[in-house]
């Protein structure tokens, strides 16, 4: 049920897009923990309303969460069903997972390279020299398209991540040896058709967990718990990564393909649940003004060493866990 396009609200009401669709970049730096008001804002954030792709209003999270799976069990599972019987009925190609928005591949390949790259340098400096084998797990990887043009690249082995099996199929085709070959030391190794909400990889294996445009499809609940038990994936000084659609306050919610689009807080807010740290962030740039915005996310399970300077901003910027 990995949601590769909704990047897009164009069916939506005037108030429903003013809300939702307009650009919301971050300007101020990421605060530390011990700040008073950034821990009531992130918490605020959860008891923001929010609206869903009819325009109806929502006072909260909990509330718009209560309606959507309630503690029924088989809610739950029927909000699942839904959002992968959605994707199962899109074609497997570039143009489809994005929402017959294909020309956005160029400028979101672009955007996660030069954020993987900072990344690569500053935590993986051995890997420039191939004394570290580069090790990646693609959620919600699709038909692989990230997988394919960037992943791979960097990375001695890929694993791919996705529940619906067209997609994965074709994933497994695009990158197979006779038809994707960066070199011999770079391959796609393990194809999972697994609901990102059960599966748990194996432990250590991992240098960095990409999360692209799949996560919406989660609950709150299944979003920390997911991240728990993927902890146990990364190597020593391993990342996260999250690249996701940003509401512009409040939520989202898609009620056709069963997703929800979040603000940045309330993103802040779930982090802090799952213990996770920001290392950095970074705002994608050059897509279409009727999309929503995009961010990228590094987050550490441990509080990171290196303090970054934004550009606009001489001050010091030590991550810490969100709060």
Request: hydrophobic share 35%; aromatic share 10%; proline share 4%.
């Amino acid at each position: 049920m990995q949601h590769h396009s909704i990047l897009c609200s164009q069916l939506l009401s005037k108030d429903f897009i003013f809300a939702a669709v307009r650009r919301c970049f971050a300007k101020e730096p990421f605060k530390a923990p011990n700040s008073r008001r950034n821990r009531t804002e992130t918490r605020v954030s959860m008891e923001k309303g929010g609206l869903d792709s009819a325009g109806r209003e929502f006072k909260n999270a909990e509330e718009m969460w209560r309606e959507q799976v309630g503690d029924d069990h088989s809610k739950k599972t029927e909000w699942y069903r839904q959002g992968v019987g959605y994707w199962e009925g899109v074609e497997a190609s570039t143009n489809g997972v994005l929402g017959g928005y294909a020309q956005v591949n160029e400028p979101d390949i672009m955007g996660s390279e030069a954020f993987l790259k900072q990344l690569l340098s500053e935590r993986f400096p051995d890997s420039a020299n191939g004394q570290r084998h580069l090790v990646v797990l693609d959620c919600g990887s699709g038909i692989g398209r990230v997988s394919k043009n960037l992943l791979i690249r960097y990375f001695n082995e890929v694993d791919l991540l996705e529940p619906v099996s067209h997609f994965l199929e074709t994933a497994r085709e695009s990158l197979a040896p006779e038809n994707h070959m960066v070199s011999e030391t770079h391959k796609a190794t393990n194809f999972f058709c697994v609901p990102l909400q059960e599966f748990t990889p194996e432990a250590g294996r991992y240098d960095i967990i990409w999360v692209q445009w799949c996560i919406g499809h989660l609950t709150d609940e299944d979003f920390v718990s997911f991240f728990k038990r993927a902890k146990v994936g990364l190597k020593p000084g391993g990342l996260f990564v999250l690249k996701e659609n940003i509401a512009r306050s409040g939520f989202v919610l898609d009620t056709e393909d069963r997703s929800v689009t979040r603000s940045d807080l309330y993103f802040k807010e779930l982090f802090r649940q799952c213990g996770l740290h920001l290392y950095i962030s970074k705002d994608q740039k050059g897509l279409p003004e009727e999309l929503f915005a995009v961010k990228m996310y590094a987050l550490t399970t441990e509080l990171p060493k290196k303090v970054h300077r934004t550009r606009s901003k001489v001050q010091a910027n030590r991550p810490g866990v969100i709060k």
